[in-house]
Each structure stands twice: as structure tokens, then as C-alpha cells.
């Protein structure tokens, strides 16, 4: 069973940067691809960015040139770092990780969620 816990998110006015974190426990190293998505009130939850396990990356329109994604195996963490945040970034952010089992195959594994808060 993996857990995911999410951290770095706050409230931050327009223009400004963020880090997001998210911490893999409870196996060991994340085997699959690992993403961010985002949900806004009222919206359904999309993609913002994933990253594979040999750390090639793919990014929401939205947010190219402006988010980095990235991740430390040995940590068993991925970041996203957000600069020039828009109002239109508000959302919850979750991360999810997939993971292969000999027994189960390949499962998907989501955090709880962490509030991003951009003020215009």
C-alpha cells in the first residue's frame, strides 16, 4: 500500500512562486509515472503535469513555461514548482502515483490534496 502526502501549498499573490511536495511511504520506490492534477470549485479534476520514471516530462498547456516538474527516486518525492501564478491556478492540487505489483498489476495511488490560493 502506498501513501501519498502533499505539502507546499498556501496562498500567494499573483506573480509569485510556490513549491509543491509530495512524499511517496509505505513501499518501496514509486515504479510508475507520478503526476499533478488540480480541481477547482465546480471543475472536474485535469492534468497539470506528469513525470515518468526515467523523468520525462509532459505539461498542461496552461501551464508550460511557467511550472517545472520533477522527482528524487531516492526520496521517493516529486516537486512541482509554480512561478508567475495566476488567479486561474487556484485549485486543490493532488498527486498520484503509480505503482506496479507482481500480485495486482499496476495501481493508482492519489494524496489528499493540498489548497493553492492565488490572489489577483
Known amino acids: 500500500q502506498v501513501q501519498l502526502v502533499e505539502s507546499g501549498g498556501g496562498l500567494v499573490e499573483a506573480g509569485g512562486s510556490l513549491r509543491l511536495s509530495c512524499t511517496a511511504s509505505?513501499?518501496?520506490?514509486?515504479?510508475?509515472?507520478m503526476a499533478w492534477y488540480r480541481q477547482a470549485p465546480g471543475n472536474e479534476r485535469t492534468l497539470v503535469a506528469s513525470v515518468s520514471i526515467t523523468s520525462t516530462t509532459n505539461y498542461a498547456d496552461s501551464v508550460k513555461g511557467r511550472f517545472t516538474i520533477s522527482r528524487d527516486n531516492a526520496k521517493n518525492t516529486m516537486y512541482l514548482q509554480m512561478n508567475n501564478l495566476k488567479p486561474e491556478d487556484t485549485a486543490v492540487y493532488y498527486c498520484?502515483?503509480?505503482?506496479?505489483?507482481?500480485?495486482?498489476?499496476?495501481?493508482?495511488?492519489w494524496g489528499q490534496g493540498t489548497q493553492v490560493t492565488v490572489s489577483s
Open positions: 498520484k502515483a503509480s505503482q506496479y505489483h507482481w500480485a495486482t498489476g499496476w495501481k493508482d495511488y
Open positions: 509505505g513501499s518501496s520506490s514509486i515504479n510508475g509515472g
